[in-house]
């Protein structure tokens, strides 16, 4: 079994080292390698082979816009006070939702109609809930525009120094 994700990688910003230099003195967190930020667009867990190859076929037959990501500011899951997710707040776009609906209806991976799509991207995991309120007012002008022009098909490897992730295919954006 294949643990598989959809998503687009993003290039490293000013800002992003500070930040992530804050969350490594901070107990039980793991911040994610810079290398590895990415937008999820969704996460299909654990798969056979199989089953991503006939993803990967369908997949690599979608036609999804480039898009604008703008990050700005911070946010966390599910509550400033008792965070577990600290995220660099993504702004919708039109490209964006579209994307994630296509992706969505290919994998089956629909978001619950009680909860909403909130795209974002990950940049630490808190092992015990932590009060992240300081860090996002720190943090609150960390922003960054970049064009992205692909989507991927990855591999999560777990290890006990956190997920490695492989490249498996991409989809280039129009």
């Known amino acids: 079994?294949?643990?598989?994700?959809?998503?687009?990688?993003?290039?490293?910003?000013?800002?992003?080292?500070?930040?992530?230099?804050?969350?490594?003195?901070?107990?039980?967190?793991?911040?994610?390698?810079?290398?590895?930020?990415?937008?999820?667009?969704?996460?299909l867990g654990?798969?056979?082979?199989?089953?991503?190859?006939?993803?990967?076929?369908?997949?690599?037959?979608?036609?999804?816009?480039?898009y604008l990501l703008k990050l700005s500011g911070l946010g966390s899951f599910p509550t400033t006070g008792r965070s577990?997710?600290?995220?660099?707040?993504?702004?919708?776009?039109?490209?964006?939702?579209?994307?994630?609906?296509?992706?969505a209806k290919l994998t089956g991976n629909t978001v619950l109609p009680e909860r909403k799509m909130i795209p974002h991207i990950t940049v630490c995991r808190f092992g015990i809930p932590f009060d992240t309120g300081s860090l996002v007012k720190k943090y609150k002008n960390i922003g960054f525009t970049q064009q992205i022009r692909k989507i991927s098909i990855f591999r999560s490897v777990l290890s006990k120094h956190g997920p490695e992730?492989?490249?498996?295919?991409?989809?280039?954006?129009?």
């Open 46 to 66: 654990e798969i056979s082979e199989a089953d991503l190859r006939e993803i990967q076929n369908r997949f690599l037959e979608l036609r999804c816009d480039k």
């Open 84 to 103: 577990r997710v600290l995220f660099i707040s993504v702004e919708q776009n039109r490209e964006i939702m579209e994307n994630w609906r296509k992706i």
């Open 165 to 174: 992730y492989d490249e498996i295919c991409a989809l280039q954006l129009k």
């Open 1 to 43: 079994m294949l643990r598989i994700f959809i998503a687009s990688s993003i290039e490293r910003f000013p800002g992003l080292i500070p930040l992530i230099e804050d969350l490594e003195v901070i107990k039980g967190s793991r911040p994610v390698k810079t290398r590895e930020l990415h937008l999820t667009f969704s996460f």
